[in-house]
Antibody, heavy 121, light 111 residues
Framework: QVQLVESGGGVVQPGRSLRLSCAASRFTFRSYAMHWVRQAPGKGLEWVAVISFDGNNKYYADSVKGRFTISRDNSKNTLYLQMNSLRAEDTAMYYC??????????????WGQGTLVTVSS | QSALTQPASVSGSPGQSITISCTGTSSDVGGYNYVSWYQQHPGKVPKLMIYDVSNRPSGVSNRFSGSKSGNTASLTISGLQAEDEADYYCSSYTSNITLGVFGTGTKVTVL
C-alpha cells in the first residue's frame, strides 16, 4: 500500500522558516507528480503547490508564491516544502499527496497523515 | 485564483439521494475534465471519491457518482447512509498560472 509520511512541522515564530519533508514508499515515486495541500484549523482544504515527476515543473498558490519552494529528491523518494517568511495565516495541517498523473494537476489519490505547522510568537 | 463555490451544507435522510454542486468558470471546471471529489471525516485524511469528473477509484461505493454541466460539477450520493456524514470538497485543474484549486467545502448531514 502506498505510504506517505510527513515530518518537519512544529511551532515557529512569524518571519522564520521551516522545511517540511514527505517520505514516500511502496510505489515508484519518480513517476508521479506530488502536491502539498494544507488545511487551517476548522477550515477547508487549500492547494499549496505541485511538482512534476522529474522536478522540472513547479506551480504555487498565489498565497505562498515567492515564499514557499517545493522540491523533490527522487533518489531519496522524498518531497520537500521550504517555507520562508512564515505568517500566522500559514498555520495549518500540511498534507503531501500523490497525483494520479506524472505532471499537471489531475487528482490526489493518496494522502499522508499530515504535519502541523503553527506560526505564533 | 478564487475557490470553487460549493453549498456550505446539504442534508438528507437515510436512503435518500443528495447532490452537491461545485461551480467554477470556463478556466477550470467548465474547460477541463479534471474535476475530482474528496470526502473528509472529522480529524481524518481526505479520501478521493471521484476523479476525472465521473470516475470512481477502486473500492469507492457505486452510491457515489459525478457529473458536469457547463461550469458546474456535481457529486451525487444515492442511498444515503450514516457513514456518508462528512465534509466534501471538489477540486479542479485551472488554466490560470496557479494550476489548481479546491472548492469551499460542503458539510453533509444525515438526518
Amino acid at each position: 500500500q502506498v505510504q506517505l509520511v510527513e515530518s518537519g512541522g512544529g511551532v515557529v515564530q512569524p518571519g522564520r522558516s521551516l522545511r517540511l519533508s514527505c517520505a514516500a514508499s511502496r510505489f515508484t515515486f519518480r513517476s508521479y507528480a506530488m502536491h502539498w495541500v494544507r488545511q487551517a484549523p476548522g477550515k477547508g482544504l487549500e492547494w499549496v503547490a505541485v511538482i512534476s515527476f522529474d522536478g522540472n515543473n513547479k506551480y504555487y498558490a498565489d498565497s505562498v508564491k515567492g515564499r514557499f519552494t517545493i522540491s523533490r529528491d527522487n533518489s531519496k523518494n522524498t518531497l520537500y516544502l521550504q517555507m520562508n517568511s512564515l505568517r500566522a495565516e500559514d498555520t495549518a495541517m500540511y498534507y503531501c499527496a500523490r497525483d494520479m498523473a506524472a505532471t499537471g494537476y489531475r487528482s490526489f489519490d493518496y494522502w499522508g497523515q499530515g504535519t502541523l505547522v503553527t506560526v505564533s510568537s | 485564483q478564487s475557490a470553487l463555490t460549493q453549498p456550505a451544507s446539504v442534508s438528507g435522510s437515510p436512503g435518500q439521494s443528495i447532490t452537491i454542486s461545485c461551480t467554477g468558470t470556463s478556466s477550470d471546471v467548465g474547460g477541463y475534465n479534471y474535476v475530482s471529489w474528496y470526502q473528509q471525516h472529522p480529524g481524518k485524511v481526505p479520501k478521493l471519491m471521484i476523479y476525472d469528473v465521473s470516475n470512481r477509484p477502486s473500492g469507492v461505493s457505486n452510491r457515489f457518482s459525478g457529473s458536469k454541466s457547463g461550469n458546474t460539477a456535481s457529486l451525487t450520493i444515492s442511498g444515503l447512509q450514516a457513514e456518508d456524514e462528512a465534509d466534501y470538497y471538489c477540486s479542479s485543474y485551472t488554466s490560470n498560472i496557479t494550476l489548481g484549486v479546491f472548492g469551499t467545502g460542503t458539510k453533509v448531514t444525515v438526518l
